[in-house]
DNA sequence: GACCGACGTGGAATCGATACCACATTAATG
DNA sequence: CATTAATGTGGTATCGATTCCACGTCGGTC
């Protein structure tokens, strides 16, 4: 980075003082017409662009606000942050990602980072929740919003991961079916992990359905995986008629393993998804799956973020979002 | 943001003065270890976290590069800032992501923007080249590398869309067809709507193989936009026999279009696209396309960057990446 | 003609760090 | 024993902005 050119080079070309300078570009205090003009010019001629971080410094406020992806390359994340940055753009904040590539010591160390660069608050797409954190969170005195998990005094926006697992597995009974499967994840991501499979059980057993416990596997949100538990389910002396997987993806590899064993979708096996990815929409059969509208949900979670900005303390304030089902040819 | 504790606090606090726990931080100059184990325990007990900015500002590095996007939300993109991020991660670099929305102005903005954060370099991810555009790069006098498009007189680092859009259609050729039809884009972004364009242009030239100008047909980077496309060459009264389109999005709407109307593909429609994405693998009939390493593509990108901060200039230096014809079903 | 408010401008302090320089103190060398 | 080198520490200027305060110059009012 050669010597940019500041506020004080303006100043002496355009023939006044830094303060001058200021004003104009900040448009408060009393400026002469002609003073205006004259930094103006200069300000175009010299091709001067303010340092954000003297800027800052002075003001104590970054315009910047922080958001922790578990993953940068997921459509969810993607979506998420799209919606995100819509709202926070609208406001004239703009946004700096970090990924904690899914390890969870690096959510605080990502957090202790957002606030070395004094980020006006930070967003958490959460993807775990444990002690450690919640206190990293809670020394952290700036507006923090958590998304998909509810983190304990801590401003959440979740989804609705009891209720869309529920809602999905009654879809499924209500076609007749008694026989489900499900592919879950493991617990330490609670939304996904724990709540999703409640959803399954209490539906199951809600409806008066045994649950084998073969019919409960578990996969790592990869295809593979999913193609292996799906694996697991086709061999289980009573095969199920639905599989449910809480995934998008896992249900995709799910679907892969059917095929190559020609178990037909849906007339021998049902299958249901989470995520209204792209992919479910263009597999082959399309994917049943739910949509939780991730774009919306970022914005919503920006503009807890916006409120608190504006002095609004919500503390531990807790936002559940809808979801739809949408049925296509894969049941 | 509150008060936070400052350097300043930590000195008092560790009876020594700013400049010794600055050396104690930053690990330079003499510092003896009674003073060094004060100054630790401070800072963990108020847990000190140094500004950044500050930082930046008196040394003129910020450890930050800027990367711009056409869109946050694409598997390319995501591919390439996980390469990027990576590589850079790695020596010390963090990343500021921000995006274009793909409108060439925003480019020129968010060049801008970085600089005021005063970025130690910059990757654009190019989508088009207009002069207003080189202009501002050549004005920036920090590392910058383009991807994805050849900039003049601006490190670059391209895809082999022209050798890799000749492949395919050699390949279509080779199994026999020799109606071949094609999706294309606007030519604003010369990579891909001009550069594949010729690639295919080309390969059935040297084949003698005529192009009717109604199996030339363009689309806007979607589904719906291959959708249509396709619609337009099955209506052609001399319809292809193969589909070339130029990403794997295209590519897929065209699919659908081809499945509703029940033209068997391969048998009677070959689909290519360009892309290798997820979806590419999981529709039906997989999709046959392009690898082009995008991860790696990120990492050279970062290499260069990192070259360039070492000092190395590498003026107008261009790298042209490697592909990978990857055949699946539709073919 | 003294006073007051609206304008207009600049000097100087400040934000939180680093880096240069000056100044001790101690150890090693001839 | 004097001189140099190595080790340790702090004061102060500096980075590039904003902001507070002080100080002019008007014109109008009582």
């Known amino acids: 980075m050669k010597n940019m050119t500041t506020i004080k080079d303006v100043a002496k070309r355009a023939g006044v003082s830094r303060t001058t ?13 002609e003073a205006r003009e004259q930094v103006l010019k200069a300000v175009q001629e010299m091709g001067y662009i303010p340092s954000a971080h003297a ?22 994340a993607s979506r998420v942050v799209n919606g995100i940055e819509e709202e926070l753009a609208d406001n004239g904040y703009q946004i700096l990602l970090t990924n904690t590539q899914l390890k969870p010591e690096k959510e605080i160390e990502n957090i202790k980072l957002l606030r070395s660069r004094q980020v006006d608050g930070i967003i958490l797409l959460a993807t775990n929740r444990n002690q450690e954190l ?12 958590a998304l998909g998990q509810e983190l304990e005094g801590v401003t959440s926006v979740m989804y609705d991961d009891y209720h869309a697992s529920y809602s999905i597995v009654e879809s499924l009974i209500s076609k007749g079916h008694e026989r489900i499967g499900f592919i879950g994840v493991q617990e330490s991501d609670h939304a996904v992990g724990v709540l999703r499979k409640e959803g399954y059980k209490d539906a199951m057993k809600t409806h008066n359905l045994t649950v084998d416990n073969n019919w409960i596997q578990y996969g790592d949100f990869t295809f593979e995986s999913g193609y292996e538990a799906a694996e697991r389910l086709t061999a289980c002396a009573e095969m199920p008629t639905a599989i449910f997987a809480v995934t998008d993806r896992m249900a995709i590899g799910a679907l892969g393993c059917l095929r190559e064993r020609n178990i037909q979708v849906p007339e021998e096996m049902a299958v249901y998804g989470i995520g209204a990815s792209d992919l479910s929409k263009h597999v082959t059969p399309a994917l049943s799956t739910v ?29 559940k979002l809808s979801y739809r089902l949408i049925e296509r040819d894969s049941v």
């Open 21 to 33: 300078v200021s004003r104009v570009l900040n448009d408060n205090g009393y400026v002469s017409q």
């Open 134 to 145: 919640l206190n990293t969170i809670n020394e952290t005195n700036i507006p923090f919003v």
């Open 291 to 319: 949509d939780y509208f991730n774009e919306d949900a970022g914005r919503q979670t920006a503009q807890l973020i916006l409120q608190q900005l504006k002095g609004k303390t919500l503390e531990d304030k807790k936002i």
């Open 55 to 76: 800027k800052t410094m002075r003001t104590k406020r970054s315009g910047v606000i922080g958001v922790i992806l578990p993953r940068i390359s997921t459509e969810t």
